[in-house]
Every structure is written in structure tokens, then in C-alpha cells.
């Protein structure tokens, strides 16, 4: 019996089909994205984003440059005394926050408060005065063309001469405006001054020379070097024995010493009595001289010193600090002022994607 013999099939494969896309499609479609792509950038470059918008006026990086510029160039200073670092060092380790990130805050508060301050001014009836007006010329002069800024960081910063007298009109109304408003406030200045003891900030103006006696040797228990030491010290007092003599007659002590003086030191300087930078047994015998007195040769840990006492009672740094107590009263009072009374009299709006995209720094320093 014959057996027809079956084979197995496996299930069919697909065909799959082709799709053939015509290169011109391809180059339309390269084409059309590349103008997405270069649109998207000319759009985010040339669409100007608001930072600001106070009382419904919008605020844009270009009106804004002279205040970044302030801020910046007060933190860049640092920034280059710590040799490129000060930017991004911490300011407040529990948030995290940087310098650069503080500095950007401050910038903005100051643009506000400012801004804010200016429209209060205005609707005040502030006008410029004849003297303001030459004094901000002044500065507009002296920004353009005295102060070492090159023409291109001028042109890219829009330092115009229309800018800078916008600018520091505003600044300088509502400088006169907040003046005006402390002035109004009661602030008892005697009581400030009350509360600051004179004699704490007694100041002594002083001038003297100065010669180290310091041992500068390496080797404690060599007798030799003991005895070196002690010549060098007989050395030093004789040395600045002569020049007291000289001292003694002449008007002008900062001329007494040639140029090539290494060892004798001139200085010119004042000390109050709580200092601790001179040694007690020096202040305790140069507070005790008259005016115009000058001292026998007082010796020190250090050295010796021969002392002029040009005026045992200035109350210059005593004034300086009563001046400074009366300013922090005065701008804590206004402080509280311009936050309870003046700043909730307006809106404003950050706009923080736009002011996310600011690095200090970066934006009016870049020359």
C-alpha cells in the first residue's frame, strides 16, 4: 500500500513591504526642521522677556543694566581679591544659597525699591533741581568717557547718554524723596547718642617711631646668639635715641627718616583706649602725655618706640559712630515705613523664568 508522504509547512512569512521615500521629500522635511530649529533661536534671542513688571510697566534686561552693573561690579571687586572664586562660594550654607545667587536677589530688590521709590517721587510733584541736573551730567560724562570703560562695553550695555540721564534721574529723585520721608519721621537722635559712652571711643592721635628689638635667632641656647641679641638691642635704643634728638626740634616727623632707613619705622595713626593692638604698658603711658608731648623712650616686648601725642581727646571716631547708630535708625524706620505704608500701594510681578536665565557676573561685565 503505497503512503503518500506529507510534508510539514510552516505558517507563511510575511512580506513585508517597502516604502521607498523619494530623497525630495527627505530634503523638505530636513529643510522644514532646520527652520524650526534656527526660528526657535531667533525667537528666544530676539523676544524680549520682561524680568519686571511694576504697576503694569513692563521691565526689560535693557533698562535694567545700569542697577546689574552696580551690583556687579561691587561683587567683582571681591571676586577678584579672591582670585576668581567669590561667585560661587557659598553665602548661606543652610540653603545652599551662592554669592551669585545673593547678589542676583539683591539686584532685583534694588531695582524695585528704587523703581518704586521713584514713582512715589513723581507722583509727589518731584522734579529735578537746577544743581541735580548739573550734578547727574556730571556723572553722565564722567561714565562715558572718565571712568575706563571701553566704548564697546558702553554700546553693548546701552550706556547711551538718553539711558544714563533716564536712569539716574530716577535714582536721584527717589534718593531725595526717601531723604524726605526719614526726615519726617521721629527719630530721637540725642537718645542714640546717649546710649554711646564717650570715653569708649576716646581717640588718641598719635605719631611715632618704632624700632623691633625681637629676637630673630634660631638657636635658644646658644649663649652667643644671647649676647648678639643684646648688642643688637644696645644697637636699637641708640639708634632710635639719635632720632628722638632730631625729633625734639623738628616740626615735620615724617621727613626726619632717609629713604634708605630700613630698621626705623614712621607711622602716623590714632588708638582708643580699649585697642588691643598696642601693648598695655605702651597705651597706659601715651594716654597720660599732654598735647604736643613727646615721650622718653618706651620700651616694649618688641621693641621701643619714642611717641608724639598730637591730640589726647578726638572725638572723631566717637562722632563717626554716633553718626552710624543714627543712619541704622534711620533706615530701619524707613525701612518700616516704605514696607507698611509705600510698597503695598503697588504691584509687582517677577518673572522668574527670565530672571533664572540671568548669571551675575555674566551680565554687564562680559566686555
Known amino acids: 500500500m503505497n503512503k503518500s508522504k506529507k510534508t510539514l509547512k510552516g505558517p507563511k512569512k510575511e512580506t513585508k513591504k517597502k516604502f521607498n521615500i523619494n530623497p525630495k521629500v527627505w530634503i523638505i522635511i530636513s529643510s522644514i526642521l532646520g527652520f524650526l530649529l534656527i526660528a526657535g533661536i531667533l525667537f528666544d534671542q530676539l523676544y524680549k522677556r520682561p524680568l519686571i513688571t511694576i504697576d503694569g510697566d513692563k521691565y526689560y534686561l535693557e533698562d535694567l543694566t545700569y542697577y546689574f552693573y552696580g551690583t556687579e561690579q561691587a561683587y567683582d571687586y571681591i571676586n577678584q581679591l579672591y582670585g576668581g572664586s567669590y561667585w560661587d562660594m557659598p553665602y548661606d550654607y543652610s540653603s545652599g544659597m551662592t554669592v551669585r545667587e545673593y547678589a542676583k536677589a539683591e539686584a532685583i530688590n534694588n531695582i524695585i525699591y528704587n523703581e518704586i521709590l521713584y514713582r512715589e517721587a513723581v507722583a509727589n510733584g518731584y522734579t529735578l533741581t537746577q544743581e541735580e541736573e548739573e550734578k547727574i551730567n556730571e556723572d553722565i560724562d564722567t561714565i562715558l568717557n572718565d571712568s575706563g570703560l571701553s566704548k564697546k562695553f558702553i554700546k553693548r550695555n546701552g550706556f547711551t547718554e538718553e539711558y544714563l540721564k533716564d536712569v539716574l534721574t530716577k535714582v536721584k529723585l527717589a534718593e531725595r524723596y526717601k531723604n524726605d520721608i526719614i526726615d519726617s519721621l521721629d527719630i530721637d537722635e540725642e537718645a542714640i547718642k546717649a546710649e554711646i559712652n564717650y570715653e569708649d571711643y576716646r581717640q588718641y592721635d598719635i605719631e611715632y617711631f618704632y624700632i623691633s628689638t625681637e629676637d630673630t635667632t634660631d638657636n635658644e641656647d646658644d649663649s652667643s646668639s644671647e649676647e648678639t641679641n643684646e648688642e643688637k638691642k644696645k644697637a636699637a635704643y641708640q639708634k632710635i635715641a639719635d632720632i628722638r634728638e632730631k625729633a625734639l626740634t623738628a616740626e615735620d616727623w615724617s621727613t ?62 566717637y562722632d563717626r559712630t554716633v553718626e552710624e547708630a543714627i543712619e541704622k535708625a534711620e533706615e530701619e524706620a524707613f525701612n518700616e515705613e516704605y514696607n507698611n505704608n509705600i510698597l503695598p500701594k503697588h504691584n509687582y510681578v517677577l518673572h522668574e523664568k527670565a530672571i533664572q536665565n540671568l548669571r551675575m557676573g555674566r551680565i554687564t561685565l562680559v566686555d
Open 256 to 317: 626726619l627718616l632717609p629713604e634708605d632707613e630700613k630698621e626705623l619705622k614712621y607711622r602716623d595713626t590714632y588708638f582708643l583706649g580699649n585697642s588691643t593692638y598696642y601693648p598695655d604698658e605702651f597705651k597706659e603711658a601715651v594716654m597720660a602725655m599732654d598735647n604736643n608731648e613727646i615721650s622718653d623712650i618706651l620700651e616694649t616686648e618688641d621693641g621701643y618706640y619714642v611717641v608724639r601725642m598730637k591730640n589726647n581727646n578726638s572725638a572723631e571716631t
